[in-house]
C-alpha cells in the first residue's frame, strides 16, 4: 500500500474515531456520590452533579474539592476511551513504532495541577 493511500485511510479513520468518541460516555462521582460528572469520549465536560445537600450545607471547600476531583476522574477514564477506541483503529495499519507510541501513551498519567 502506498504511503498516500496510508494517509487517506488514516485521516478518514480518524474522523471516525472522533465520531464515535462524541458518543461514548465516562463518567466520575466523587464524595460518596454528592458530585457526579459526565464527559464524552473526547474529553469535554457534557454534565456537572452537584448533591443539593452539599449545596444547601454551603459547603463552598468541599464542593470546590470534589468537583475538580470528579473531573480528572472522568477525563482519565475518556482518555482511556479514546485510547481505545485509537488502537482499534490504527490495528491494520502499518506505520513503524505505532504499536510502541499506543503503548507508552497509555502508561502516561496525566499531570497534576497545583
Do not use: Y
Not at 7 to 17: E, L, N, Y
Not at 34 to 55: F, Y
Request: no cysteine; aromatic share 2%; net charge negative.
Amino acid at each position: 500500500m502506498s504511503v498516500m493511500r496510508q494517509a487517506r485511510q488514516w485521516g478518514a479513520q480518524m474522523q471516525a474515531v472522533n465520531e464515535k468518541l462524541k458518543s461514548l460516555r465516562a463518567t466520575a462521582s466523587t464524595g460518596a456520590g454528592m458530585v457526579e460528572v459526565e464527559v464524552n469520549g473526547l474529553g469535554e465536560v457534557l454534565r456537572v452533579k452537584i448533591d443539593p445537600a452539599l449545596v444547601a450545607r454551603g459547603d463552598r471547600e468541599m464542593i470546590e474539592d470534589l468537583i475538580p476531583a470528579a473531573v480528572n476522574q472522568a477525563v482519565s477514564k475518556a482518555r482511556q476511551l479514546h485510547l481505545e477506541a485509537f488502537q482499534s483503529a490504527t490495528s491494520d495499519l502499518n506505520l513503524p513504532g505505532l504499536e510502541e507510541m499506543l503503548a507508552q501513551l497509555g502508561r502516561e498519567e496525566p499531570n497534576a495541577e497545583a
